[in-house]
């Protein structure tokens, strides 16, 4: 497996599978740099389109960031290294990662993880034969409400099962129209990374925005009439001294006095 997948990689990684960083992307590098005060800041949106270009973060790629924003190579490699989501090695055209941190990982993450790897026959941070599909472990997606959840170039898809997943990536590869949970339909890695790099691509409308779970706690907000308070107001009584003004938080607020009250009493003793 590992032999196949390194081989795939090197004819991504030759010459004429990668596309030139021309004037065109020059011109949009450079762009991207007007757009801040310090010319530096722009490195992070600057080395997404250079992926978006070219699939992975190339030399040239380092080379001409560093030219362009008037830092040393090193210190354009070294941000490249740092964070995950810049990738060194051709990415396919499809980054399916599965959050494998601690929620999701006891709600199933692991599960799927191990599917997919054993359906797609990669390992971790590698690529299908086909180019279609990168297949990552990642950390907390920030969607704990929706656990296990399954990142596809960085849209959500909440609520996974082994076969959902099995399922969505098999879509993938077949070319079929996929749609995130809480997002747009899924466009391919180069073509997410080059929003990233900040040019739109007129999808942020689509689908919806957020999820039942994600607003319960608004929803209990309005129900009760609850605001946060305005910018001077002061905090009044500790809430443990607060009268509870449903019947269930009066018997939470007696727990929480006898619980207080019994801990005290053996420290007492």
Known sequence: MTERVSNERDRQDRPDSAAELDSGVRAELQQ???RYPQSRSALLPMLHLVQSVQGKVTPEGIEL???????????????????????????????VGVCTNTLC??????????????????????????????????????????????MVNWEFMDNQ??????????KLRNGDDVHSTRGPRICTWREAERVLAGFPDDLA?????????????LEIARENDWAAPGAGA????????????????????????????????????
């Open 32 to 34: 991207i740099a007007d």
């Open 65 to 95: 960031c560093s030219e362009l924003l008037d830092i040393s190579a090193a210190e354009v490699s070294g941000v490249a290294t740092f964070y995950t989501m810049y990738k060194r090695r051709p990415v396919g055209d499809y980054h």
């Open 105 to 150: 990982a006891v709600m199933g993450g692991d599960l799927i993880f191990d599917r997919l790897k054993d359906h797609l026959d990669v390992g971790n941070d590698e690529t299908t034969a086909d180019g279609k599909i990168t297949l990552e472990h990642v950390e907390c997606n920030a969607a704990c409400d929706y656990a296990p959840v399954m």
């Open 161 to 170: 099962t082994p076969e959902s997943a099995v399922e969505a990536v098999d």
């Open 205 to 217: 409308d689509e689908g919806p925005a957020a999820g039942p779970a994600s607003l319960a706690g």
């Open 234 to 269: 002061r905090p009044t009584e500790r809430p443990e001294q607060a009268t509870a003004s449903t019947a269930e938080g009066a018997v939470e607020q007696a727990d929480t006095r006898r619980a207080e009250a019994e801990t005290k009493g053996d420290v007492d003793k």
